[in-house]
């Protein structure tokens, strides 16, 4: 099989980010428990919220993407993948530019760097041209339809329920990796 994956929020993990830098940064309190939904709707409720909350994402997806972890159990899928003969390719609708506050991080040489740091050009097999990054949802979409994977799998049900969504492909919400691998991988 050929198994596409979304990237942000489906192989990275941003909640940890998320809660150091808007912790250091004073928009929630210390220890503050949320993950990345709940970090949003509390820096959204304070006055020129929105504003804080795009520099926060700028920082977390560029220069601070060092804090953002694998989501638990995707390594794990992707050398189960492997050891079973499956490609795999990475479709991200990640912009190069697009928050504030980015410090001039290109977001994609930020992401290629997270990959490579976590082992994804070594052990786990990948080419840099294994990953595509397009400049919004139907450019994101167009890619899924030209590369006609078996299966995506992608942590947003917009994606997957789009009209152009390739009715050949297998979607798969991600749920829990753990779940998705006993459910595509056997
Ligand atoms: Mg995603």
Known sequence: MLIGLDLDNTLIGYDEAFRTVAAESGLVAAGFAGGKAAIRAAIRARPDGEADWQRLQG??????????????????????ARAAGHALAIISHKTRTGH??????DLRLAALGWL?????????GFAPVDIHFEDDRAAK???IRALAPDLFVDDLAEVLDDPGFPAATRAVLLDDW???AERVLG
């Open 116 to 124: 490579d740091r976590h082992g994804y050009f070594s052990r786990l």
């Open 178 to 180: 753990a779940a998705v």
């Open 100 to 105: 504030s506050d980015t410090s001039g991080t």
């Open 59 to 80: 920082q977390v997806y560029g220069p601070r993407i060092d804090l953002a972890r694998p989501l638990p159990g995707s390594i794990d899928f992707i050398l189960a």
């Open 141 to 143: 979409l167009a890619r």
